[in-house]
């Protein structure tokens, strides 16, 4: 099994290997050479350094030497007495995560077993944090081209383009990739095509997001027509024997309609009623799922432009909704905006929709409360147990946080494109699109140029 492991790693550790070479130059305690000369006829296992040296539960450690071997079954890795787990070993190079609970102390290889063992120990300390950590957790390469997108396990497989992301009653992650439109899903540590979307039968194209029913039996897809499709929204039902939705069963429940003409990027749920919601990029109409006419309707509805007339071209990424179902959320990326507003579950009217954070059509990212912040192309959102909103702002390569009371901070990203893991901090993304908290309480983001999903969680 170790074997197989080595072998579905290899092309990771020579990623690695490129990156650690320029973290070397800033570290100054391991300032070495990381392949060392080794003498005639010398065989005896010798360390130079590692990479992090820092981080937490999952942190991907990269060990230098010479003499390793290739042979997982020979190697163990331990961070502060700790076992990590051994991912790769190519000779001279060791790949290991650091897991739960390990804390600080030293690094130590151990090659061999039994008595013929060689203990290592790197001269610098490992320093574990319980502060949370962003790790890459699909898709360890940046691809050139999207004809390098493939299938595999999760640090195997290559992604291109993803944008919103769901989980499903199951805790299948479900990964919406722009530009080749389709759909991959993370299952069993596996990624797979789920909905190619030249294979709809031309009901959509341009998938852009998904919402679940409450029961989660059935899935509701939105497509921008601007990508062709027959559809402004589709479904699927759950198929009990294959744990998955049904591809076979993709239907319209509202099909392209002339006079929005295309831009219908979003689907929302509430999560009490169950009512779907979407609003139309032309008109920033809001429209509801009429179950008799099996269709969605206008509301009459608009949510307002700067000047509080109707809004046009908005854009909307996602409708997010508070637990209680009364106050709802809506990222406008074209405009640069979260709009809030309150709604009536007795009569199913919204009130009071206005903008909450951010100025219309204003770019940048400043931290402040409501109108005093500003947020460059936000998208999909997510909350956290105590209200919190987290936000992708794709431009600023940022994931905000925005408290009840509407104060924006950056919450992880530094403002500057990369692809750097590590603490909050430290942390860079390159247009994050797509945010949700996983059923394992982490955060979730799609990281749109890197091609990658990342993960964020506390130890």
Known sequence: MKTLIHHLKRFSIYTLLLGAVGFAGCEDENRQDMTPEIGEGEVTPKITMYT????GKSTSLTLYGTHFGTDLDNIRVTVNGVDAEVTGALGNIITANVQRGSGSGPVKIYIGQGENIQELTYKTEFEYSQSPIVSSYIGSYVPAAKTEKKEGSLMEAVLWKPGSIAFDKEGTLYIVEDDDRDIRIAKDNQIATFLRGDATGGVAFRMMNIAFSLDGNTLFLSNDANGSGSAHIATMSWSNDAHQYDTGSLAAIWSITPSLG?????????????????????????????????????????LPDADGKNASKVKIRCILFDKAGTTVYMSSQERDVIYKGDYDMVTGLFSNLHI????YGKTDFVEGQGNDARLEEPCQMDLDEEGNIYVAVRKKHRIAKITPDGVVTSYTGTGTSGTTDGPLDKAQFNHPEGVQFG???????SDYWNHKIRKIEKD
């Open 52 to 55: 992090p040296t820092t981080g």
């Open 262 to 302: 295309n831009g219908v990027t979003n689907v929302g749920v509430h999560p009490v009623t169950g009512e779907v919601f979407s609003v139309a990029h032309g008109n920033a109409m809001i429209y509801k799922y009429d179950p008799e006419q099996n269709t969605m309707v206008a509301t009459g509805q608009q």
């Open 356 to 359: 909450w954070i951010g100025q």
């Open 439 to 445: 059923p394992d309480g982490a955060l979730y983001v």
